[in-house]
């Protein structure tokens, strides 16, 4: 047995809001056997069995650590539209839950892992596909955040069917499906925004970020960086996502070894879905969640995942790169406002939304 004596570091503020159980779970996380370090990034937040917004580092590889979106991130598309009215495109955006074959937009590589269920769909909770304008120059992108989809499921159900929370018995095997799977993220990626494009009347663009948030990384020393909810942070730039009616903020990175090389990945949650959900119908109208205060229009069949999803749901955004900011992990080059936010055509039980 491997003991462990790993360290644990938040880099939060006083004044973030941080909830106890994620710092808890970060230290539940430090108790593993060949644990080195815990970083929990100002997005931190408790998830399924271990943090999310957290870099975790370790001499043994935790596949459950990673979970099952793996190869989940954020990506960012130039488009160029003649004029950008978001009524007119929200009605033009494709059904993202209808998967499709790459080859219909020009896609001939092979897919990662033969895996073609799902191709071309954005999945559900905080994945989003976003048409916004980049504040100042007003330029246009597509912002993409979304994962594996089923592969990285299947794939963790592999592991955790046998071996649980405990470590990857074959680390090589695991990698070798892990890297399929973050593959067949970043093709996903592409993929929907090409499908945006040709929705829109846009000619299809090769991303300028693509970046992924939830991945083990083999560091040189042969020890395992597990991100969950953590970008690399190692000098790219990286999106950090806001919410559907807030800023997102374009950063450059400069994370070290104390940090995981690693920076936050979006505004992070504030309120469990259960209690969005309550707290929401008692504060917001359907109506109000759909066209947000910024203008922009979110297109989301599924009234119990906009109220999951509602703005207030999570944290300030300013807070969380303003926390980047002074521990010196990023540094702010630009602000997208988003104009349509695409999270789902309907609900599965019945597509207009109704209950």
């Not at 809001?17 to 779970?25: G, K």
């Not at 996380?29 to 580092?57: E, Q």
């Not at 000098?235 to 807030?246: H, I, K, M, Q, W």
Request: net charge neutral; with cysteine; proline share 7%.
């Amino acid at each position: 047995m491997v003991l462990s004596s790993a360290s644990v570091t938040v880099f939060a503020s006083p004044s973030s809001w941080i909830e106890s159980d994620a710092v808890a779970q970060c230290h539940q996380v430090a108790a593993l056997d060949g644990m080195i370090h815990v970083a929990g990034m100002p997005d931190l937040h408790p998830g399924k069995g271990a943090p999310i917004g957290a870099a975790m580092h370790s001499s043994v590889l935790y596949p459950f650590l990673i979970g099952s979106d793996i190869g989940c991130g954020i990506a960012v598309f130039p488009i160029r539209l003649k004029r950008a009215v978001p009524e007119k495109l929200a009605a033009r955006f494709p059904d993202l839950d209808q998967p499709v074959e790459p080859a219909e937009f020009g896609f001939d590589e092979p897919v990662p892992a033969g895996y073609r269920d799902s191709l071309g769909t954005v999945g559900r909770g905080n994945h989003f596909v976003e048409l916004a304008r980049v504040e100042g120059d007003g330029d246009l992108v597509l912002l993409v955040h979304s994962g594996s989809r089923g592969l990285g499921e299947r794939i963790l159900r592999a592991h955790t069917s046998v071996h649980g929370a405990g470590p990857a018995a074959d680390p090589v095997a695991y990698l070798a499906a892990h890297d399929e799977a973050v593959r067949w993220g970043s093709l996903n990626r592409r993929l929907m925004a090409a499908r945006v494009a040709a929705a829109v009347g846009a000619e299809p663009t090769e991303p300028t970020v693509d970046r992924c948030h939830n991945l083990a990384t083999v560091l040189p020393d042969g020890t395992y960086l597990h991100r969950k909810g953590a970008a690399p942070g190692d000098g790219g730039e990286v999106l950090v996502a806001g919410t559907r009616g807030t800023r997102s903020a374009l950063v450059t990175t400069h994370a070290g070894p104390e940090a995981g090389w690693s920076v936050a990945h979006g505004a992070g949650r504030k309120m469990s879905r259960a209690d969005a959900l309550r707290r929401g119908k008692a504060k917001h109208t359907v109506e109000e969640l759909r066209r947000t205060p910024v203008g922009s229009i979110v297109v989301c069949g599924d009234r119990q995942l906009l109220f999951e999803e509602a703005p207030t749901a999570y944290k300030r955004i300013e807070q969380v790169i303003g926390d980047l900011e002074s521990f010196g992990l990023a540094t702010p080059v630009a602000y997208t406002v988003p104009l349509v936010t695409y999270k789902t055509a309907g609900n599965p039980r019945n597509r207009d939304g109704r209950r």
